[in-house]
């Protein structure tokens, strides 16, 4: 089972698809445009999220399933 942690969007590039969130320990996940839930494949940077960390097939730990929380 994946963890699941709150977190904040620090980096996201529209053009390449590619970002970055930042949870509450201060700890740095990639994501791509694919694993943002809402299915926008847009999210703007200061956007408080919920995303899944799961390990890559390199071993690196990228969050999956970004979800904008609502509020």
Known sequence: ????????????EKATGLG???????ENFAFHATAISDG???????????????????GVTEARRVLPHRG
Request: glycine share 6%; charged share 10%.
């Open 40 to 58: 926008s494949r847009d999210i703007a940077v200061g956007t408080l999220v919920s995303a899944e960390l799961a390990p890559t097939h390199a």
């Open 20 to 26: 970055c969130v930042t949870n509450e320990a201060g």
């Open 1 to 12: 089972m994946a963890l699941v942690v709150n977190a904040t969007v620090t980096a996201y």
